[in-house]
């Protein structure tokens, strides 16, 4: 499957976006994101989230905060 990367302003370097946060971010703070996954991998993510009791939105921000540090 191709990457699609799609940019609503310029781009942003990684030193700004640590600086000065999302460009896209509200007021409070949150900022919606879309990926495309395959049919199969949403499957397995939505099952293994049910399994966790957890939304997928929680299993991503949980990723983000042990990886992207």
């Known amino acids: 499957m191709a990457k699609r990367v799609t940019y609503r302003v310029g781009r ?10 999302s ?3 509200n007021e409070g703070g949150v900022v919606r994101t879309t990926i495309d996954l ?3 991998h949403h ?3 939505k099952v293994y ?3 966790q009791g957890v939304k997928i939105a929680d299993l ?3 990723w983000i905060d042990l990886h992207c540090t």
Do not use: D, F, P, V
């Not at 942003?12 to 946060?21: D, T, V, Y």
């Open 38 to 40: 395959e049919q199969n």
């Open 49 to 51: 989230a049910a399994n």
């Open 12 to 21: 942003l370097s990684s030193a700004r976006i640590k600086e000065e946060g």
């Open 60 to 62: 991503m921000r949980s």
């Open 43 to 45: 499957r397995k993510l």
């Open 23 to 25: 460009a896209y971010a």
